[in-house]
Nanobody, 124 residues
Framework: VQLQASGGGLAQAGGSLRLSCAASGSIFSISDMGWYRQAPGKQRELVAT???????TYADSVRGRFTISRDDARNTVYLQMTSLKPEDTAVYYC???????????????????WGQGTQVTVSS
C-alpha cells in the first residue's frame, strides 16, 4: 500500500491550490484520512481530517479557508486550499488509516500510512 500526493506548487497570497492523495495497493478499507503539514523549523501539525462517514475536522488556522473531501471509489483524499497565506507555506503530507490484505495466507493488517509530501509555497 502506498499514498501518492500531488498538486503542490507556488501560489500568491489570496490564491488557491488543490492537493490530491491517492492510495493504491491491496486495500480492503480506508477509515480516517487527513492532511498534515510541516513548515521549516516547526513540528508537523494537523491540517484537516475526514472520517469514512464524512465527518471533518480542521485546524483553527485553516478553518473556513481549506476544505477536505474524499472520493472512496478512487481511494483519494483532497484538500482544497483558498485564501492562501504565506504562513501556509509548508510540506503537506497525507495520511490514511488503511486495512490492507494478503491472499495467501488470508490476512488483514490495519495501520496508518503516509504520503511522500508535497511542497506548498505561498508568496506575499
Amino acid at each position: 500500500v502506498q499514498l501518492q500526493a500531488s498538486g503542490g506548487g507556488l501560489a500568491q497570497a489570496g490564491g488557491s491550490l488543490r492537493l490530491s492523495c491517492a492510495a493504491s495497493g491491496s486495500i480492503f478499507s480506508i477509515s480516517d484520512m487527513g492532511w498534515y503539514r510541516q513548515a521549516p523549523g516547526k513540528q508537523r501539525e494537523l491540517v484537516a481530517t475526514i472520517t469514512s462517514g464524512g465527518t471533518t475536522t480542521y485546524a483553527d488556522s485553516v478553518r473556513g479557508r481549506f476544505t477536505i473531501s474524499r472520493d472512496d471509489a478512487r481511494n483519494t483524499v483532497y484538500l482544497q486550499m483558498t485564501s492562501l497565506k504565506p504562513e501556509d507555506t509548508a510540506v503537506y503530507y497525507c495520511n490514511a488509516d488503511i486495512s490492507a490484505y494478503t491472499v495467501q495466507p488470508v490476512s488483514f493488517t490495519y495501520r496508518d500510512y503516509w504520503g511522500q509530501g508535497t511542497q506548498v509555497t505561498v508568496s506575499s
